[in-house]
């Protein structure tokens, strides 16, 4: 009810044009995929704990996916690129630039891929993997491991070069449909972990992640085939379409999403690694389960986020500053009501952790659950304000701020490691080094935003 009628009166505050009701029935759509997900992920949680008996095995599997996931970053911003460029081509109906700019993306990426899977594949062997997770080998043995890290690395790289049909579901505004994707591929892998366990732990380990290349590909190869065969099929990729001006169009936008995106990634999903490597992998199970549950606030967030970078870059195009403004306000309104929600929640969790995680519960830690909901609230701020810088392409301020935070993150995580022996120092870093980008992004995107304004006739 409560959403319903924030929807609503958001609708009312922005006007009844098709445009802003396409963004609410993407917003509306998305609430309703993404609730189900995260109601499948947080059972997923206790299945997790009853396919593998050590938490130490969890742990590993956690890290590993966690690493060999920041594969899908290293783009070079070719689907932030291709998003935002699409955009204008489709709302000007010219299948034949669509066509240029999808055949240019997928093909950088393919060779992109093809690249780090002839490369990974086989550095991977060379490595020590029980020293990188930090395990020792009476657990489970290098051997293993490297079996496992192929197997997940062929299933990520799979995915780096599918998931260019979420930038096209998103330029075309059907972030809805985007998000049921990712919905599937958790449906498909809450089934095999609670139906199928093996006979020892390396087994499982093994078996997970071969299905795991199937549940994350499977259904970005159906939309992909959806697409190209209905909406797009004037603009299906082709070689012969791949032209170096549309590609260098795509790498310019995109070299600048790209280095956000490394920076970015610095900060936010390197907890796992500096987890393991700083405190030792058991304490990441216990990260995952305060993580999970504050992460849900974030990820309701990107239910806003994701259509209004693609509305935003339209409206712009459109020299629509005014329609910006409101969505900007609108989004610190959905922002507010989250953060409030979301240190409402560290009263209750106790609750909430006895009901997920039933006999696998434990003890909630305050201290830890206040630093995880002041965690989550800063990256919801962040996120209003690049979701808006991102609409309009300019990046310097993230470019400059990610970078020095992924600096300092790391330093200042590791020496603080030295004299605290809680890994919790891990998130408070995240907080610290967050705040100054909050303070610099929002009056630089007004001074843009009302330059343009002036300069130019708003529709």
């Not at 958001?10 to 998305?30: C, E, H, P, R, Y």
């Not at 009853?50 to 060999?68: A, C, K, M, N, P």
């Not at 500053?321 to 959905?334: D, G, P, R, S, T």
């Not at 909901?373 to 470019?399: D, H, R, Y």
């Amino acid at each position: 009810m409560l959403k319903s009628n924030f929807i609503n009166n958001a609708v009312k505050s922005l006007g009844m044009s098709t445009d802003n009701k396409q963004l609410f029935n993407n917003i509306t759509g998305s609430f309703l995929i993404k609730g189900t997900s995260l109601f499948i992920s947080l059972f997923t949680m206790p299945a997790y704990l009853q396919y593998f008996e050590d938490e130490r095995i969890l742990g590993i599997w956690f890290t590993i996916v966690s690493i060999l996931n920041w594969i899908l970053t290293f783009d070079l911003g070719v689907g932030n690129g291709l998003r935002n460029n699409l955009v204008k081509a489709i709302y000007e109906n010219d299948m034949s630039t669509a066509k240029k700019y999808i055949s240019s993306a997928y093909i950088i990426i393919g060779l992109i891929s093809s690249v780090i899977i002839f490369i990974g594949y086989f550095f991977i062997g060379f490595l020590d993997w029980n020293t990188i997770l930090n395990v020792s080998s009476t657990i489970v043995t290098n051997k293993v491991l490297i079996l496992t890290v192929r197997w997940v690395f062929i299933g990520i790289i799979c995915q780096f070069f599918l998931k260019l049909v979420l930038s096209i579901l998103n330029a075309m505004q059907k972030t809805a449909l985007a998000n049921s994707l990712a919905l599937i591929s958790s449906i498909l892998l809450l089934i095999y972990i609670t139906s199928f366990s093996a006979q020892d732990l390396s087994s499982n380990l093994i078996s997970l992640a071969i299905v795991n290349v199937l549940t994350i590909n499977l259904p970005l190869v159906i939309a992909t085939l959806i697409v190209f065969q209905t909406s797009l099929k004037k603009s299906k990729p082709s070689i012969k379409s791949f032209e170096k001006r549309y590609a260098f169009d795509v790498m310019k936008l995109g070299g600048e999403f790209f280095w956000v995106q490394i920076a970015f990634m610095i900060i936010s999903s390197t907890d796992q690694v500096m987890i393991t490597n700083l405190y030792g992998p058991k304490f990441v199970v216990e990260y995952q389960m305060y993580y999970k549950i504050f992460w849900v606030y974030v990820s309701i967030f990107t239910l806003f986020t994701n259509p209004v970078w693609s509305a935003i870059t339209k409206a712009f195009a459109e020299k629509r500053i005014k329609w910006i403004y409101k969505v900007h306000k609108l989004l610190l309104k959905a922002a507010s009501i989250l953060i409030i929600l979301c240190l409402g929640t560290v009263l209750i969790l106790q609750f909430v952790f006895n009901f997920w995680l039933g006999i696998n519960s434990i003890d909630v830690n305050y201290l830890y659950a206040f630093i995880f909901s002041i965690n989550a609230s800063v990256i919801i701020l962040v996120m209003s304000e690049s979701a808006i810088a991102n609409g309009i392409g300019i990046l310097k301020a993230q470019l400059y701020c990610y970078t020095l935070a992924a600096f300092l993150k790391v330093l200042l995580t590791t020496l603080l490691s030295l004299f605290i022996k809680d890994w919790i120092v891990v998130i408070v870093v995240n907080i610290v080094v967050l705040i100054p980008y909050l303070a610099i992004q929002q009056p630089i995107t007004k001074k843009y935003l009302k330059k343009i304004e002036k300069d130019s006739v708003v529709l």
